[in-house]
């Protein structure tokens, strides 16, 4: 079994700055790896995923992330913020070379940009 | 890319009334699909499996009586909340295994009331 954890549940942040959004996730086995990001009322978008290779993973909107498996970490990152980002964001897990495996999902954490 | 429908995007309905929530695979075939329940504010909790042609594997904790999944061809997954009650109401959301790549498509999610 795995678990996921964000550790933050709330980020407030100017715009234009960068923010880092936390994630740690425990598991036996290997792991693929995802960012959603969803917004109010709304399902979940895809941001990023990681499934092997390089460990800086780039995604929508500007954001990467990378993937450290000796700190168990996938952190999400974005240089500067807009407005517009204002959402709730979502770190995920699912065994990997499972094709029919389900998500695990943090707690989520809710990303707060001021102007 | 994999799109998945979902609909109503919102329901209200009387205690007592059941509730019929459809997920659609518009351009791929699904034949595992996923059904979440998200709380205000908090994460998506797994309620269930939906497997093409067999009957859905659910958590624990889930009433199978009262949370009817039925996922008869490879686009169309449905949940049917049987007899509802104000504490089911929620956000419902579902979700698709892409096809061929590790991958999870969701649905829009549908805002349940049930007054």
């Known amino acids: 079994a795995q678990s996921v954890t964000q550790l933050d549940s709330q980020v407030p942040v100017f715009e234009e700055a960068p923010v880092e959004l936390r994630c740690n996730y425990s598991s036996s086995v290997s792991v693929y790896l995802f960012w959603y990001v969803q917004y109010p009322n709304q399902g979940l978008q895809l941001l990023l995923k990681y499934l092997s290779g390089s460990t800086l993973v780039k995604g929508i909107n500007g954001f990467e992330a990378e993937f450290n498996k000796s700190q168990t970490s996938f952190h999400l990152r974005k240089p500067s913020v807009h407005i517009s980002d204002t959402a709730e964001y979502f770190c995920a897990v699912s065994e990997s070379g499972n094709a029919g495996n389900m998500l695990t999902f943090g707690g989520g954490t809710r990303l707060m940009v001021k102007p | 890319g994999a799109v998945v429908s979902q609909h109503p995007s919102w329901v209200i309905c009387k205690s007592g009334t059941s509730v019929k929530i459809e997920c659609r695979s518009l351009d791929f075939q699904a034949t595992t699909m996923f059904w979440y329940r998200q709380f205000p504010k908090q994460s998506l909790m797994l309620m269930a499996t939906s497997n093409e042609g067999s009957k859905a594997t659910y958590e624990q904790g889930v009433e199978k009586d009262k949370f009817l999944i039925n996922h008869a061809s490879l686009t169309l997954s449905t949940l049917t909340v049987t007899s509802a009650h104000p504490e089911d109401s929620s956000f419902y959301i579902c979700?698709?295994?892409?096809?061929?790549?590790?991958?999870?498509?969701f649905g829009s999610g549908t805002r349940l009331t049930v007054v």
């Open positions: 979700s698709a295994r892409e096809p061929g790549r590790y991958g999870y498509t």
